[in-house]
């Protein structure tokens, strides 16, 4: 040891003395264009509010170009598009799914013509069309037992991409969990011309408990059982990383996990398997969870969400939809203010 060294403490502290400093070497950030806002659309000339969403809307055609643009005021680059279905267009072969003149393609055309910079990514899945409430196509066997057909789900669901990508959709967005539909899609996308379309996979969507919220919103629970032959087993996170190579084999161009927090794990290991983008679903019960707390008084909504959404940053993902953005997004920019 030489002369004058001594054994001093370490001082962590040093490098989170002040705001700037910490600013300096702050190794995840969050800003507005990280967000993707999930809207939800219907049919006629009013909106309405969610209850099971305090602060979402279901949104007519024109309400959804009027918040489109705040939202790019904002700073969001991308909404997510879910279509509310009225039950006189639901059918248990979901034909209202593949409807050029249904609710979802009018409303992409609509945006595309109102701010065309906006991302328009559109959710490919048939419960909010299926009269059973399934993401697939349901057969029902004589003994009362029903099965998810995966196969013939598939050739519905190439429809629906079809129908989204020729009023302009940017990204598709399946999020029904059948096998192989990545790769079948994205055949059928690019024999019909759309190989700039985007394909955002689902890749690990979990049976969560989470969900309950989103399917008020949608009014479209399953009519029967639950969707655990499809979506993925919670106690599961290998599976999520063969999915997630199946993915990456069919063509998908980005990933996603679903729920977001409650699966941080699996996010953080998908993030070390793949060079892709990695989406993550935070989702409405995660939502709800914070709304609820904070309107009882225990939680500062403003710190927990966007601590939650940073966390999901900091786990791997590259984009976050959420039904924060537009509240995230305004706590962000007075932060910079």
């Avoid at 007519?60 to 006189?88: Q, T, Y």
């Avoid at 009269?131 to 009362?144: A, C, N, P, Q, T």
């Avoid at 020729?166 to 079948?184: F, L, V, Y």
């Avoid at 927090?261 to 983008?277: E, K």
Wanted: glycine share 8%.
């Amino acid at each position: 040891m030489l002369p004058g060294m001594y054994h001093l403490p370490v001082r962590p502290r040093r490098n989170r003395k002040s705001e700037g400093i910490r600013g300096l070497i702050r190794e995840t950030s969050l800003s507005a264009s990280h967000l993707v806002y999930p809207v939800f659309v219907q049919e006629g000339d009013e909106d309405t509010p969610i209850d099971s969403l305090p602060g979402c809307m279901r949104w007519c055609l024109h309400g959804m170009i009027d918040e489109a643009r705040r939202l790019e005021d904002l700073g969001i680059r991308a909404i997510d598009l879910f279509a509310v279905v009225p039950e006189g267009k639901k059918s248990s072969a979901a034909e209202e799914a593949w409807n050029p003149e249904g609710i979802v393609p009018r409303t992409i055309r609509a945006l595309k013509e109102a701010v065309p910079e906006m991302v328009i990514m559109t959710d490919v899945a048939l419960d909010p069309f299926n009269s059973d409430g399934h993401d697939g196509i349901v057969r029902h066997s004589s003994h009362g037992k029903c099965e998810i057909l995966n196969d013939e789900s598939v050739e519905v669901l190439c429809r629906q991409a079809l129908c989204h990508a020729e009023a302009g959709a940017d990204i598709i967005s399946p999020s029904d969990m059948m096998d192989g539909r990545i790769g079948i899609i994205r055949g059928q996308l690019d024999a019909a011309g759309f190989d700039r379309v985007s394909l955002l996979s689902y890749t690990a969507k979990y049976a969560s408990a989470l969900y309950g919220p989103f399917r008020g919103a949608l009014e479209s629970a399953p009519k029967f059982g639950d969707k655990k032959t499809y979506q993925m087993d919670p106690g599961n996170a290998r599976e999520a990383l063969r999915e997630a190579e199946l993915d990456v084999a069919e063509g998908a161009d980005m990933l996603m996990v679903k729920p977001a927090t409650f699966y941080l794990d699996v996010l953080a290991a998908m993030r070390v398997r793949t060079h892709l983008p990695i989406a993550a679903y935070h989702v409405s019960g995660e939502y709800l969870m914070l709304k609820a707390a904070a309107a009882s008084g225990w939680l500062d909504e403003k710190s927990a969400a966007l601590e939650a959404l940073l966390s999901i940053r900091r786990a791997g993902a590259d984009m976050i939809l959420t039904y924060y953005a537009p509240e995230a997004a305004r706590w962000l920019r007075e932060e910079e203010i």
